[in-house]
């Protein structure tokens, strides 16, 4: 449990590092993906977004 909970995480970080780039793609804008302005600074909560790229991350890590 705690494994995937590092995982969700680090893909998070690097999620929003990402983010710009990955936009473009229409990652980001997913159905579950939560956008909001809160306090003048726009968040984003890519919940729908980390679960694809974890999927995709552990369908890679099979094959290798």
Same mark, same amino acid.
């Given at each position: 449990?705690?494994?995937? =909970? ?5 893909? /998070?970080?690097?999620?929003? @590092?990402? #983010?710009? $780039?990955?936009?473009?793609?229409? =990652? ?5 993906? /939560?956008?909001?302005?809160? @306090?003048? #600074?726009? $968040? ?11 999927? /995709?991350?552990?369908?890679? @890590?099979?094959?290798?």
């Amino acid at each position: 449990m705690l494994r995937w =909970l590092i995982v969700v995480v680090i893909t /998070l970080v690097v999620f929003n @590092g990402l #983010r710009p $780039w990955l936009e473009k793609f229409g =990652l980001g804008r997913l159905p579950g993906d /939560l956008n909001f302005r809160l @306090g003048g #600074r726009d $968040w984003s909560l890519p919940i729908a977004t980390t679960l694809l790229l974890s999927f /995709l991350a552990m369908a890679i @890590g099979q094959l290798i």
